[in-house]
């Protein structure tokens, strides 16, 4: 998939990002929440949607991070897994040349949801 970096959203200057800040997220109408809600689905609150930085799904993000190919994230809380904006900079610098070494640390992937 080939997007124009123009149509992808931006990395705030300093700090983290979350996945969801990463790949995007679909806006939810209030119509929507309301249906997901007496389904018991996920998504039961209204928001606008994120615009994504990196043009991929969550599985193409986790497979990228466990094979070295994307930044290894930071374990910043119990459930509280990001990365760091400037290693996100970096590796968009370059995707092609970028690799784990760069990053300096390990992926946080097995840690995540509960750990």
Do not use: H
């Not at 939810?28 to 007496?38: L, M, P």
């Not at 930085?53 to 070295?68: E, F, M």
């Not at 400037?86 to 509960?114: C, F, H, I, K, T």
């Amino acid at each position: 998939m080939s997007q124009n970096p123009t149509q992808l959203g931006a990395l705030p200057e300093t700090g983290y990002v979350r996945q969801a800040q990463l790949i995007g997220q679909a806006p939810v109408s209030a119509e929507q929440a309301a249906a997901n809600r007496r389904a018991g689905k996920r998504r039961v609150r209204v928001c606008t949607g994120v615009v994504p930085i990196i043009p991929w799904s969550s599985a193409t993000l986790w497979r990228k991070v466990n094979s070295g190919e994307f930044v290894a994230p930071v374990k910043l809380s119990r459930g509280v897994t990001a990365w760091p904006v400037e290693a996100v900079r970096e590796y968009l610098r370059d995707p092609s040349n970028w690799s784990r070494a760069n990053a300096g640390q390990p992926s946080a992937r097995g840690q995540r949801g509960g750990a």
